[in-house]
């Protein structure tokens, strides 16, 4: 049953209206109704109370000291509802999907295998943003993101996809000026190319016992495929992926400087707020790509 000491939602609606308005013809024109059905809906609002909320003078209309008191409490109430609206409506089933992802996964990965998720959920439509920088999920609309890291993102979740075999290449000209390295320590004297993050090489070191490399020097690029270009251009050794790398090596045009070893936990992640779990769009995205992670590559 409902509460009968609630105002019906209507005289509510014209009384914020014309409050803010101060206009009982601007309320009519917002609300989409004539000036006497505002001035019918305000008079059922003030009988409902049993007190005036507007007055008339110089033919103008105002609040009254009641009107000023209530208005508040009637104006935040509108707005909760409001909000409430749209995140119920931001956890429909169905609609887009928004997945923020860098350029290289995009290219590399996940367009090559988008198909098979749209074609399993064609109620989903999917939006792919690509850029470098974790996602602001509460102020840009992105519902999930996939980024490389050790996992660590405070305050969301976080769920490994896979490693990726990162080797160090570097052109034949500049490995027979510094010498082809015996060792993985050899290389912390050779000019570096690194990813954006300057970490690569750190956690490459780190990951052959050797920590003492100093500060990271050289240039940095945000795409993988751009530090590939980088070390192709001789501006120094860079870390990349091993089959973006691997046409390159058996051309000749690159030569690999020590064998693949990698820390496992620096990997692609699935990324997103808790709550985003419980949306079906990206609950199914979350199914179908941890599944496709350990798929073989085709």
């Known amino acids: 049953m409902p509460n009968p000491r609630l105002p019906p939602l209507n005289p509510l609606r014209a009384f914020e209206a014309t409050a803010r308005h101060l206009s ?14 505002v001035s019918q809906m305000l008079k059922t609002l003030e009988l409902h109370l049993g007190v005036a909320l ?3 003078a110089n033919r103008g209309i105002f609040l009254t000291s009641a009107g000023q008191d209530y208005l508040p409490a ?6 909760q509802i409001a909000d409430a609206t749209k995140r119920v409506e931001n956890t429909a089933e169905t609609g887009i999907l928004t997945i923020s992802v860098t350029p290289t996964f995009a290219a590399a990965w996940l367009v090559p295998r988008l198909k098979n998720f749209q074609d399993a959920h064609p109620e989903i439509d999917v939006q792919v943003r690509t850029e470098t920088k974790l996602a602001d999920f509460s102020h840009d609309g992105v519902d999930v993101a996939v980024r490389r890291g050790l996992g660590r993102y405070p305050g969301l979740h976080s769920e490994h996809l896979f490693a990726i075999e990162q080797v160090p290449v570097a052109t034949p000209a500049l490995a027979a000026r510094f010498a082809t390295p015996r060792n993985p320590a050899d290389l912390v004297r050779w000019p570096h ?10 956690l490459w070191f780190q990951s052959h016992g050797i920590d003492d490399v100093g500060p990271p020097r050289g240039p940095s690029f945000d795409d993988s495929g751009l530090v590939l270009k980088a070390v192709l251009a001789g501006q120094g050794a ?20 020590a064998d693949v070893i990698w820390p496992e936990a620096y990997a692609y992640y699935l990324v997103c707020p808790e709550e985003n779990l419980e949306q079906p769009k990206v609950a199914a995205f979350r199914t179908w790509i941890l599944g496709a992670a350990v798929e073989p590559v085709p």
Request: with cysteine.
């Open 193 to 202: 190319v690194h990813d954006a993050d300057r970490k690569d090489w750190h």
């Open 238 to 257: 860079g870390l990349v992926p091993a089959a973006m790398a691997a046409l390159d090596v058996a051309a000749g045009r690159l030569v690999k400087l």
């Open 24 to 37: 009982v013809k601007n309320a009519a024109a917002e609300l989409c109704v004539t000036p006497g059905a």
């Open 74 to 79: 009637i104006r935040n109430a509108f707005r």
């Open 54 to 56: 507007f007055k008339r």
